[in-house]
Structures are given as C-alpha cells and as structure tokens.
C-alpha cells in the first residue's frame, strides 16, 4: 500500500506509469479476491447456522406443543448440533472444489495443446556441437504482422549467427532484444517462421527432441524445483551419476554449503517449488543438476541475475571450469563473466550489430563500447545518440 501511495517515484522523483499501474491493478485485484473469499465463508456460516437453528426451533415447538417427548426433543438438538460440524466442514471444501476445479481446467488446457512435431525420418547427433542460426526470422504469435518487408514486427529479421564448438559466447543487448529467445528457439520452445537452426550441422527440427535435450543442459534465472530431496533434485539431472560425480558438481556449484546448513544433509527435503531454499540456493542447486547432466551444450540465461555474491561466484566459477570443455552460451551482465568471454554478441534490432572480444569492442567504441562505459547510470545506455544505430 505504501508503494502503491508512493508512485514508485525514481532518482529523477517521478514514478513509472506502467509499473505503479499494474501494482495498483494487482491490488486492486488482491482486495476483490479478498472480500469474495470473506463473504463466500460468512454465507456459508450463515446457511449452517440457519439449519442448526430451524432444527432447534422445530425440537422446541414440538416439544411444547406436545407432539414429541421432551427427550426425543433433546435427542434431535444433540443430534443437529453433531451434524452441524460436517456441515461446516463440507460447505468449505466448496470453496477448495471451486480452486480444484479451476486448477483441473488449466492442466486440461495444458494437456489439450499439440505435441511438438517429430521428424518422420530423424537424424543422428553428429559430433559437432557447434550452433548455427541460418536466415532467421521469428515474432511471437501475438504481434502483429510486418506492415512491409523487414518490418519491425519481427523479432529476429533473418538473423545470421555461428557459435563455434567449445567456445564461450556472451550475448548481450537491449531489453526486449530477443537474448531469451535465442535460447528458448534452441531448445525449441518456439519456432522460428523462417530459417533453420543447427546443432552441429544438423537442423534440430530435424533431431528426435528427446536426442536435442540430451545435448543441452539449462539453466534460468527462474528455477523449477520438486518437492523432493535435494540429492534427488540435483540427481535428475543424471539418475546414474556415482556419488563421486555427485560430490564433484555440488563442491563445484557449492551446493555443499547447503548440505552443511541443513539439518537432514543430502536427503533435506526443498519443499515444493524449492521453497525451502533461498533463492541463491535454489539457483545453486539448478547449476547442479545442469554440471551433473553433462551435456555438451550449456545455455545460462541470466542465472546470475539478482543473486546473492556467493551464488554469483559459484556459477562464475563453474562456466570456467567448463570453459573449453563444452559449448557455453551465457546471458549475463556480470563483469568476469563478459569479459572471459571467448566472443561477445550485440543484439539489436533483430540481428547482430557487433561480435568481438571484449577488448575488440572496446577499441571499437560502437555499441558495445557505449554499452560498457554506460553501465550504472540511469537513463537508458542503448539509445542516446544517432550515432549507435545498429549497422
């Protein structure tokens, strides 16, 4: 409430529209939810109560117009008053029907989507694992389409980008830019309209998904945990991996602290979604699972984003330990992890502006370098002069 009074107001004392617009809408909507939670508990009550008191008023009226025995009259109090509990009981759990319900639909909705389509033919992994974006053009469905060619409704406009075998590349851009969505058109939780992507070669629409997830080990700034132990959760990442393996990975992610800290080790349960965690830890544990898979091909994206110091190190230290090793591909913005960066890419405008070591863009005082020596400050480091179009 004080946020929302407050107007989010910025360095400048002026607050974001869009942002205090959608915290007022959330509360506004929290209270709503609020008062019809309250209102549907006080006319269940109610509707109880009424029941209990309509059996005692009949008991009593027969009672005293002699049409009952006085005990019989009692008997049906007492008998009123124990139903009166599971009645209670029974017009709560509507409620929990109501939310049961809703849930239900949704995972019917879920269920009820098309598979993602399999190759007839499949091919086999060959044993490149570097990554190749051939002409790409993609817009999520929502936006509308180009108004010509080239349009600016396009997300990526024939994207050309080669990401070599065992390199660590560093991609880099604007919000918006489309960094995340690189990685979700890897692992083919989108489909790009025109174009192809490869895998070591091979176009992966082309590869059995089960074959493409083996490749890739994922880690995001959301982390999905199960409400299981923290050795199962770690261990999902490679059911067969020995204890030496196991032990490797965690010192490696510093999941060992973790184990330290809980009371029951290993087999501490993380609560459903991790809860039981911190955020820093959940994050540690997802690097776990993603060092235990290991799978050639590794996507961070934005994992050390908001972390706490140690789970930043943890994972700054685990890309150099696998740098060289396997295909890393690393959304961040964190300065050792930029500037150990075999190649950095600048995105914008759907395609690639500038590629290059750290110390290449920087001597080359273009938008990267604009980029770099903006960080810190508030206005917005991608669109100050004309000089730092794209090109």
């Known amino acids: 409430m004080a946020l929302r009074q407050a107007g989010l107001s910025g360095p400048g004392g002026q607050g974001y529209a869009p942002l205090t617009n959608a915290i007022n809408r959330q509360w506004r909507a929290g209270v709503r939810a609020l008062w019809s939670s309250v209102l549907g508990l006080v006319t269940q009550s109610l509707a109880v109560q009424l029941i209990f008191g309509l059996a005692i008023w009949l008991a009593v009226w027969l009672a005293l117009s002699g049409q009952c025995d006085p005990v019989w009259a009692v008997v049906l109090i007492g008998l ?8 209670k009981i029974l017009s709560e759990l509507e409620t929990a029907f109501k939310r049961a319900r809703i849930e239900l639909q949704e995972v019917s909705q879920l269920l009820a989507l098309p598979g993602l389509a399999e190759p007839a033919a499949p091919e086999a992994l060959s044993g490149r694992v570097d990554v190749a974006f051939e002409q790409v053009s993609f817009r999520y469905p929502s936006t509308p389409p180009p108004t010509g060619a080239g349009g600016a409704a396009w997300l990526f406009d024939r994207l050309d980008l080669h990401i070599p075998q065992g390199s660590l590349t560093a991609l880099v851009g604007p919000s918006g830019c489309g960094k995340t969505t690189l990685t979700r058109l890897m692992a083919r939780f989108c489909e790009p ?4 992507i490869t895998l070591g070669g091979v176009d992966i629409r082309q590869l059995r998904y089960q074959d493409l997830m083996s490749a890739l080990s994922l880690v995001f700034q959301d982390v999905c945990l199960f409400d299981d132990t923290l050795e199962a959760n770690i261990r999902i990442g490679n059911p067969a991996a020995s204890q030496q393996q196991l032990l490797e990975v965690a010192a490696l992610a510093r999941v060992t602290d973790i184990v330290a800290r809980l009371p029951g080790g290993w087999q501490s349960p993380v609560g459903e979604g991790g809860r039981l965690l911190s955020g820093g830890e959940r994050q540690r544990v ?14 961070l994206d934005e994992a050390t984003a908001a972390q706490d110091p140690l789970t930043a190190m943890a994972i700054t230290q685990a890309i150099s330990a696998l740098k060289g090793q396997v295909t890393i591909i690393v959304i961040a913005h964190q300065l050792a992890t930029i500037r150990s ?3 950095i890419v600048f995105l914008d405008n759907g395609r690639v502006c500038e590629q290059g070591t750290h110390a290449a863009l920087i001597a080359r005082n273009g938008r990267y370098a604009h980029f770099w020596h903006s960080r810190g400050r508030y206005h917005h480091p991608f669109r100050k002069n004309g000089d730092m179009t794209c090109g």
């Open 80 to 87: 009123a008053a124990q139903f009166s509990g599971p009645l």
């Open 193 to 196: 309209q025109q174009g192809r």
């Open 286 to 299: 997802s690097v776990a699972r993603a060092l235990l898979k290991g799978a050639p091909l590794l996507l």
């Open 341 to 343: 960066a075999d190649r």
